[in-house]
């Protein structure tokens, strides 16, 4: 396989990899309350990703700049959808 082939399968298992928080989206989003998640573990995964895409975006490696900006921007989303429905109720 050459260098460009391997990037690209990279990059979709990264992307794929990272679609596993959205299901925990869409339980917020229907449940309409975030209270049983932890705002720490939130914000430790958003610096992770940050540091990982700098990291990726400094050596440049394709793959890790695309899944760990897929990454941040799901997380990003998850930590709105808790911020919109922390504390409410039914």
Excluded at 64 to 84: A, D, M, R
């Amino acid at each position: 396989m050459n260098a460009i082939t391997v990037e690209i399968l990279m990059s979709i298992f990264g992307v794929l990899t990272s679609f596993q928080i959205i299901p925990q989206c869409v339980r917020i989003h229907r449940r309409r309350k975030s209270d049983d998640l932890s705002l720490w573990t939130m914000y430790i995964s958003i610096i992770q990703q940050v540091l990982w895409l700098g990291y990726a975006i400094w050596k440049p490696v394709i793959c890790l700049v695309v899944t760990e900006g897929v990454w941040l921007t799901l997380l990003i989303v998850l930590l709105c959808f808790i911020f919109k429905y922390r504390g409410k109720r039914d």
